[in-house]
């Protein structure tokens, strides 16, 4: 017996069975409403290709870094819902904001051939602010 005229019963349990599984995987789509605070560990990890540093004169030196982190806040940025930005939290580190600034100074200093040496000149590096989002968008599970 035909449930659908030209149809075979077959061809109509998988119908069915692609629309209960579509429908089920929709449900278990959530969309969250609110966001909890998160901390990142900062590591310094350069992606540069050779062609973005300078080339200096072979006379150029420095004598130390010194960093200074004089932010009042810890936080870095927010993550928010990517359909939903109104609902954020905010993004903190627990590293050492000072020594992943100071690394990546050192890392591009070598990478363009400037040398550390005494008598040379103190670079001073200060963290004022800083700021990024992160998007989170519906979540899937079952």
Known sequence: MNVLPGYSARSVTQLLGSLVLS???ASCTSI???LGPVSVSLQYNQ????????TVPACASFSS???VDSRLDATIGKR????NPSITAPLS???DVAGWMKAGAVNAAQRVGI????????LRITVSS?????????TFGV
Do not use: M
């Open 115 to 122: 040398n550390q040496k005494a008598g040379g000149a103190t």
């Open 65 to 67: 870094i010194q960093v």
């Open 80 to 83: 928010y819902v990517e359909t």
């Open 32 to 34: 969250p409403t609110t």
């Open 23 to 25: 429908l089920l995987v």
């Open 47 to 54: 992606i540069a290709n050779p062609g973005e540093f300078p």
């Open 93 to 95: 580190t627990a590293s």
């Open 130 to 138: 800083d700021s990024r989002e992160r998007k989170r968008g519906p």
